[in-house]
């Protein structure tokens, strides 16, 4: 400990020595910077010598960092750092390890049964806690989870137009691209150029098609039980229309189902569902299971053309570091992240949750699907 | 409010220009000219990234050259494209003459004939100039690449002439409203910068600034009510664009302070989505309270 504040007291008499100290303190932080941005910094500060703390401050904020998340991070390290020196190069980033993976409680409840008593008419024990806020009325603003069986068609119908609605939406540039064909006049003049430049033959070029891919990965756990049926139903009616999706359902562990909703009843696949997914209404680790996702299929499902979208509650009990991760892996490479939770449709909603806390930066368009106006109204914005 | 002498010559130079700064701005503009690295500005829209290109611009006495983005930009658009009509035409003009194949291609590729899109004018310039780069967000990954190439190393190579190196390195400013999220790899190559809604007192100078003739009053109560505005949850929150909009239309009507009428009557200025007028109108003097334009006792 001696040893380390004399080194410190001697470094402090080089602010230059201290930049570059602090460039690894960020670094270790996890504020990406390297060798380049060290040296910028240093050059920085030989042309502006830096006469007050405010000015220095500004000027590395400028230099290190890279966007608007990180500069929030970094004014909180600046702090951490010069207020504290001794104890922020002392300590190796010992920043609170997250506490170990808890094996949750297994609680096998076989709730698809439920969803299809419910969706054949039983009504059951429905009116349980209401997650969201519903206004009475029209169905359109009516929560899922107030639903009654004699509604349900209607609200079925309805699901299935926003689905086609959603797969157009993504369709509509392909096609108007693949009519689009552009005269190619640079190769077009080389090919005629032999005979004297007069135009016989064109050449022409395709606009580069850009198809949007999607994966969707849907919570199943016990408190997104009223509303997972909507969202099935939703995910069913869209594959149907929407071809280049991979579809996902998580719970405790997660499972690919995008094969069983390719049957062409509903029923069929509820049907083939109950028999493969044995996780309804189990508990959430949401972290795990999107970290599984992202190590077992995101090298070969998620590019630049990949919507992926995630439908929970972002209720988890654990293993954040694991979201954490997963989330940043996923909003770095995909083109978007969507995240739609039921809850949000609450007016008194905040993200507070710890998952959905962990998760809401790294998410490109949060919005709340409680019900068919807020789905529509996600759907509009995905397209956007 | 800033003494370090080089500081405070950009910072007056931008003034001179009408552009009203914060320290982190002119300290990010003045690292930027003198590392000579892109400025990359985000932030919501309406806050004057683009004006700070152009300010820079005037400032360096340069030209400003200019390339807005949009999905689906392609190199034809943003390096350099052939003057076809003007190779046909020359064709066509040379069709008698016993000139060889070889030569005639020659010809009808070369400089005279080549288009030069902003980028390419940008490094050929004579006088290094401000590039803007506006919206890049909006743009896809294959223009951020073949742009990356560019900023990396300053030539960019033409199959049928070669290569061209950049005669002087432009300033680079590159804008975007995080729509998409930019690749790494450009993030790393920039300096990076913040800009949010000013906050009452910058508004306020800002607005006195470019608004002259306006009351003293009435600016201030145009730049609370604008604060408090932009705290409602609003589909298109009104930027610095909005604001002197308002000023200016009710400056020029002769208003000296605002009213629950003034403002009913003049919102679509400010807000230019139904929804946010309507939910403004009718939390109307509510926000005016919260302004301190109407009084609770009224």
Redesign the interface.
């Known amino acids: 400990m001696a040893v380390q504040s004399q080194n410190l007291i001697t470094r402090k008499t080089s602010l230059s020595a201290n930049i570059v100290q602090f460039c690894r303190f960020l670094r270790e932080k996890g504020l990406?910077n390297?060798p380049?941005e060290e040296a910028?910094a240093l050059?920085?500060m030989a042309?502006?010598p830096p006469?007050?703390p405010?000015?220095l401050r500004?000027?590395l904020?400028?230099?290190l960092?890279?966007?608007?998340r990180?500069?929030v991070k970094f004014d909180e390290l600046y702090d951490e750092y010069w207020r504290n020196l001794d104890r922020a190069v002392d300590s190796k980033v010992k920043d609170g390890k997250e506490e170990k993976p808890q094996a949750k409680p297994k609680q096998k409840a076989p709730s698809i049964q439920a969803l299809k008593s419910w969706l054949h008419g039983n009504k059951e024990e429905e009116e349980q806690t209401l997650a969201t806020y519903s206004a009475t009325g029209s169905l359109i603003h009516k929560d899922f989870s107030a639903f009654g069986t004699e509604e349900l068609s209607e609200v079925m119908k309805l699901i299935q137009q926003f689905a086609r609605m959603l797969a157009t939406q993504y369709q509509r540039r392909y096609r108007a691209a693949k009519k689009g064909q552009k005269l190619d006049?640079?190769r077009t003049?080389r090919l005629n150029?032999?005979r004297?430049?007069e135009?016989l033959e064109l050449a022409f070029r395709k606009?580069?098609v850009?198809k949007m891919k999607m994966v969707v990965l849907c919570d199943v756990s016990k408190s997104m039980d009223l509303y997972s049926r909507f969202l099935m139903q939703f995910l069913y009616a869209f594959q149907n229309v929407y071809r280049r999706i991979e579809t996902f359902v998580f719970g405790t562990r997660l499972q690919r189902i995008t094969e069983s909703l390719r049957e062409r009843e509903f029923s069929g696949a509820l049907e083939k569902l109950s028999d493969q997914v044995n996780d309804w209404s189990g508990g959430t680790r949401i972290g795990f299971c999107l970290k599984y996702f992202v190590d077992t299929f995101g090298e070969r499902l998620v590019d630049?053309n990949t919507i992926v979208l995630i439908l929970s509650d972002g209720w988890d009990t654990g293993e954040l570091a694991f979201l954490e991760e997963a989330m940043i892996y996923l909003?770095?490479k995909a083109h978007k992240v969507v995240w739609l939770n039921p809850l949000a449709g609450n007016p008194n909603f905040e993200p507070s949750v710890k998952g959905m806390a962990t998760a809401l930066p790294y998410i490109?368009l949060f919005a709340s699907a409680h019900n068919l106006d807020s789905l529509r109204k996600a759907i509009k914005a995905m397209s956007r | 409010m800033i003494?370090?002498p080089?500081?405070s010559r950009i910072e007056k130079m931008l003034a001179t220009q009408g552009y009203i700064t914060e320290?982190?701005i002119v300290?990010?503009v003045?690292?930027a000219m003198?590392?000579r690295?892109p400025l990359?500005i985000?932030g919501p829209a309406g806050v004057g990234k683009t004006e700070i290109a152009k300010v820079m611009a005037q400032a360096l006495d340069t030209d400003l050259i200019r390339l807005q983005c949009y999905e689906?930009l392609d190199a034809t658009h943003a390096l350099y494209e052939?003057n076809?009509q003007r190779?046909?035409l020359h064709?066509?003009m040379?069709?008698g003459s016993q000139r060889s194949?070889a030569d005639?291609?020659k010809t009808?590729f070369g400089e005279a004939f080549l288009l030069k899109r902003p980028l390419l004018q940008a490094i050929t310039h004579h006088k290094s100039p401000v590039l803007l780069i506006d919206e890049i967000d909006r743009s896809?990954?294959?223009f951020e690449s073949f742009f990356l190439e560019v900023l990396s190393d300053w030539q960019i190579s033409i199959p049928e002439i070669g290569t061209v190196e950049a005669t002087h390195i432009p300033y680079v400013v590159v804008t975007g409203n995080?729509t998409r999220?930019l690749s790494?790899a450009l993030?790393?190559r920039?300096?990076?910068?913040?800009i949010d809604y000013p906050d009452y007192d910058k508004e306020l100078a800002i607005v006195q600034q470019k608004v002259p003739n306006i009351d003293k009053q009435l600016a201030e109560q145009i730049c609370r009510f604008m604060a408090v505005v932009r705290e409602e949850r609003l589909e298109k929150v009104p930027g610095i664009a909005e604001t002197l909009d308002w000023a200016t239309s009710l400056a020029s009507l002769h208003f000296d302070h605002l009213d629950q009428e003034i403002v009913e009557s003049t919102l679509g200025v400010i807000l230019k989505d139904w929804q946010d007028i309507r939910h403004t109108q009718t939390s109307l003097s509510e926000l005016l309270e919260k302004t301190g334009v109407i009084s609770k006792l009224e």
Request: net charge positive; hydrophobic share 30%.
């Open positions: 990406p390297g380049a910028d050059r920085a042309i502006l006469e007050d405010e000015l500004d000027c904020r400028a230099i960092t890279r966007s608007r990180n500069q006049l640079r003049l150029l032999r004297g430049g135009i606009r580069r850009r630049q909003h770095k490109d | 003494s370090h080089e500081l320290r982190s300290i990010s003045f690292l003198q590392l690295k990359l985000e689906g052939w076809y190779q046909l064709l066509k040379d069709e194949l005639k291609e009808i896809d990954e294959e995080r999220e790494e993030r790393r920039c300096l990076y910068l913040w």
